[in-house]
């Protein structure tokens, strides 16, 4: 339940002075890996998940729409908790991820479409515009230090 991607082509990757054309493409799919877990947790209203995929230094940002900037890692875990606190399973679908990666760390942009259900069964589709930054923590292990959602205006 979840996520449909689109196809790997329909994305813009750019690898910015990270080594070799293999080391590249490792890196990305590392971001790639970590940027769908995130997005998988929040579908799936899992907060442990959601803990696995944030980097538990201070410095971590997350601002949800309509809410104020959380700051350090409690803060930000607190968030996720009062977010995910009752809400059914949704879907969440990105439109053209844009994908930034560097020597450590990595940004990803972009639009996307969450549907979920009322407690009267009725469908509620949202639109929203994200940004997520990743930074390498190990070779291979990458975790969010900031999120930020804001809803589509009209």
Same mark, same amino acid.
């Given at each position: 339940?979840?996520?449909?991607?689109?196809?790997?082509?329909?994305?813009?990757?750019?690898? #910015?002075?990270?080594?070799? %054309? $293999?080391?590249?493409?490792?890196? !990305? *799919?590392? #971001?790639?890996?970590?940027? %769908? $877990?995130?997005?998988?947790?929040? !579908? *799936?209203?899992?907060?442990?998940?959601?803990?696995?995929v944030w980097s538990a230094e201070p410095y971590v940002r997350c601002q949800h729409p309509s809410g104020p900037l959380l700051v350090g890692s409690q803060a930000v875990q607190q968030g996720w908790q009062a977010a995910l606190a009752g809400v059914g399973p949704r879907t969440i679908e990105p439109h053209q991820p844009q994908f930034q990666i560097g020597i450590d760390m990595a940004w990803v942009a972009a639009k996307y479409t969450v549907r979920s259900r009322r407690a009267d069964g009725q469908e509620e589709i949202a639109y929203l515009w994200g940004i997520d930054i990743f930074e390498e923590k190990r070779p291979g292990v990458w975790k969010i230090v900031y999120h930020q959602a804001v809803w589509e205006t009209l």
């Open positions: 339940m979840g996520w449909r991607w689109l196809v790997v082509t329909a994305m813009a990757v750019s690898l #910015v002075g990270c080594g070799d %054309r $293999a080391a590249r493409q490792d890196r !990305a *799919q590392a #971001v790639e890996k970590t940027f %769908r $877990a995130f997005y998988e947790a929040y !579908a *799936q209203g899992d907060l442990a998940a959601m803990g696995q």
